[in-house]
């Protein structure tokens, strides 16, 4: 509802056949809630630029906590002046209070003038329903004459409790200045934030990355006073008609070098669209760890720096899940001694297995071949199939049994591998499946290859 709707005599919830009697030039589109939450939650970032906390309230409100932020603005009455202002200019009507209670500033918006909230008596000329009470508690307390908060006041808690409940004698505390439910932000404020006002908007690549390289010298200041390296970092760019671009990356190693964080950042901004300019810019490390000041050695090489610059780039450019690095899986199956993971998480503490029985890859897929042996669990004399080629050389065999706990090992067989070499210098990993005494014969494949 807004001011011109009210001015007919519309109202929430009413008929649609009375509300085109009322208003005849009445246009009326599909309801699309999901869409609506999603177009008040970007408003809700949107309004960071006035306060880190900021959450969705009820299907049509928005609810900030300006705790240290007010002097900003030039006072409280100043922040209600730019926060109206602002709106104003994105063409939508709103009615913003301000108090010591959320509660109360609810209340105060949706009941009552709006503005600063001058003392918690102003609030007893408005309805129960200002109280947030379940349906039946506000038509109960109606009938009994109750109307208004003030009405409620000198009436004993004790009573109120048992006839409608502790909610009500709970919400009547808070207006007195009892403590609030935790409040939720939308966004997690992080103490590690650099933000960039315009007053003119910025509608260029060449002036983000401007803002980007000002933004990542200022963040790598406060993180290097800390002792800190950012792992995650996100960049918020509020448009000029409301809406809010989010870029997020991560980096492999901790990292507080403004040119190679500016850098990743330019690589996500090729085709981003900026409407009608960004008017404010926000760079915020949302994960940190300590990252102490290091002195190299010199003439040391600096490998583990230089990669984990290459994965950053490689991740910035193809996506975080295009980029991978093995890491060791405590199990003696071959195929599962191994996982891939995203390069830039921070590996997992293990220790890779090395055997000169065993490859250092594997082959994407098994070779299937026939094998002939002289003794039927000797190694093999010839392979035929997918690899040709005559045992000049082998050892073995390792042999490693499924395992049992897995639901998909139970009616796996035995495998014996072997390290064979063929006349022409190859040298493979082979394996043969099953046992002679079995009802089903065994079967050989090539599982990697040692050169």
Avoid at 136 to 153: D, P, Q
Avoid at 307 to 330: N, Q
Avoid at 386 to 411: C, H, K, N, Q, T
């Amino acid at each position: 509802m807004n001011a011109a709707a009210e001015a007919r005599r519309l109202a929430p919830g009413l008929l649609l056949t009375d509300a085109r009697a009322a208003c005849p030039a009445l246009r009326v589109l599909p309801a699309e809630p999901e869409a609506d939450a999603r177009a008040l939650e970007s408003l809700a970032l949107w309004c960071t630029r006035w306060s880190p906390k900021v959450a969705v309230d009820g299907p049509d409100g928005l609810v900030l906590d300006v705790t240290g932020c007010a002097h900003l603005w030039g006072g409280e009455e100043g922040l209600l002046a730019a926060l109206a202002e602002a709106f104003a200019k994105l063409g939508l009507e709103q009615r913003a209070a301000l108090a010591d209670r959320r509660l109360a500033a609810r209340a105060w918006a949706r009941f009552g003038p709006g503005g600063i909230l001058p003392s918690p008596r102003a609030l007893d000329p408005l309805p129960v329903e200002a109280l947030e009470l379940e349906a039946e508690t506000s038509a109960a307390l109606r009938r009994l004459g109750l109307r208004t908060i003030g009405a409620l006041r000198p009436l004993p808690r004790a009573a109120l409790a048992r006839r409608f409940g502790l909610d009500l004698v709970m919400r009547l505390a808070i207006l007195d200045g009892a403590e609030e439910p935790p409040f939720t932000p939308l966004v997690e404020p992080t103490p590690f934030s650099a933000r960039l006002a315009r007053a003119e908007p910025i509608a260029t690549s060449a002036g983000i990355e401007a803002a980007c390289a000002r933004l990542a010298r200022d963040l790598c200041r406060m993180l290097e006073r800390a002792g800190r390296g950012a792992r995650r970092l996100v960049l918020g760019l509020h448009r000029v008609d409301g809406q809010v671009a989010r870029l997020e990356l991560g980096t492999a190693r901790p990292s507080r070098d403004p040119e190679h964080l500016c850098r990743l950042f330019r690589h996500r901004l090729d085709g981003l669209d900026l409407g009608f300019g960004i008017e404010l810019a926000i760079l915020e490390a949302v994960e940190t760890v300590e990252y102490p000041a290091e002195q190299p050695e010199l003439g040391a090489p600096a490998d583990a720096t230089a990669t984990a610059v290459l994965i950053d780039r490689l991740a910035a450019r193809l996506g975080a899940e295009r980029v991978l690095r093995p890491e060791p899986v405590a199990s003696h199956v071959p195929e599962r001694a191994v996982r891939w993971c995203p390069a830039g998480v921070e590996p997992r503490p293990g220790a890779w297995v090395a055997s000169p029985l065993r490859p250092l890859r594997l082959s994407e897929r098994p070779l299937a071949v026939r094998a002939l042996a002289v003794v039927p669990d000797g190694p093999p004399l010839r392979l035929d199939g997918a690899v040709v080629g005559r045992v000049v050389a082998a050892s073995g065999p390792e042999r490693i049994l499924p395992e049992w706990w897995r639901p998909a090992d139970r009616e796996a067989r035995p495998r014996d591998f072997f390290r064979v070499r063929l006349e022409d210098g190859r040298e493979l990993w082979c394996a043969r499946t099953g046992l002679w005494e079995e009802a089903a014969p065994p079967a050989w494949q090539v599982l990697g290859s040692f050169c």
